[in-house]
């Protein structure tokens, strides 16, 4: 499900470390803040406007255990294209890295929080409750709300469709703009073309986040949101050493 909130706030978290980590990346970051923020949307872009499937935009599979793990290097094996950041625009190497934040953040999603709810028969409530817990996260990046309106590309970045993923982030960017959890929530519901009253829609919100709370905790929260920063700056700094470009030589 497209979930916006959540990926730019770890996004910006992952942002804030370049500065100590990988000042390279960085100067990226700062340099095209818009590419970087439409990176971050690129996996759900290209599905939820873009209809491609689940594998061929987040390159793991929930019911492929073999893939967990696997999506950053599975992004850079389809598309090797993209492997090599010295081979692109810096503008695209920004949007490759918040795709990569992307990818990251999905997995030490799955890996910390919703395999808890793996084999509950009624999880799909859960998992939406749990998404919107995690989209209370604060987006640390006064820059983000400043500049999520101004990507305007109208090309390619090897398969990503830079007008189909602006298409979906002026769906989405106002949850760069807002804090009220049932705004957010509400974010959610018009991207969904929901059209249950909003009484009744808010009443199920709240079950939702109710029936979820006890499978994420503070501690299991914020595990989730050091995990996904954590890959994400260990996969940033494969990317921009080329490791993934080397993988593609050596093959």
């Given amino acids: 499900m497209p979930r916006g909130r ?3 706030a770890l996004l910006a978290a992952l942002h804030a470390r370049f500065y100590d980590e990988c000042p390279e990346a960085a100067a990226f970051a700062d340099a095209h803040t818009p590419d970087l923020l439409a990176g971050t949307c690129a996996p759900d872009g290209l599905r ?3 209809n491609r499937g689940k594998f061929a935009t987040h390159f793991y599979s929930d019911d492929r255990r073999e893939t967990w793990g696997h999506s950053v290097a599975g ?9 090599d950041p010295r081979r692109l625009s810096d503008a695209d190497v920004a949007v490759m890295l918040g795709y990569i934040s992307h990818l990251t953040v999905d997995e030490a999603f799955r890996d910390e929080v919703t395999v808890h709810v793996y084999g509950i028969e009624d999880w799909r409530p859960i998992v939406m409750g749990l998404w919107s817990i995690v989209d209370g996260f604060r987006i640390d990046n006064a820059r983000y709300t400043a500049e999520v309106h101004r990507f305007g590309r109208k090309d390619s970045v090897g398969f990503i469709d830079c007008r189909v993923v602006g298409e979906y982030l002026d769906l989405v960017k106002p949850w760069a703009l807002e804090d009220d959890p049932w705004e957010l929530e509400r974010i959610f519901l018009k991207l969904r ?10 009443r199920t919100w709240e079950r939702n986040v109710a029936m979820a709370a ?12 050091k995990a996904a920063v954590d890959e ?8 921009l050493k080329g490791d993934y470009a080397s993988r593609e030589r050596d093959d």
């Avoid at 073309?193 to 808010?202: G, I, L, V």
């Fill in 193 to 202: 073309r929901c059209d249950t009253p909003e009484y009744e829609a808010r």
């Fill in 232 to 239: 994400g700056m260990t996969e940033t700094l494969r990317y």
């Fill in 6 to 8: 959540c990926h730019f």
């Fill in 214 to 225: 006890p499978f994420l905790d503070e501690d299991r929260r914020m595990r989730f949101y």
């Fill in 48 to 50: 939820f406007v873009g």
């Fill in 75 to 83: 992004l850079f094996g389809a598309h090797p294209d993209l492997a």
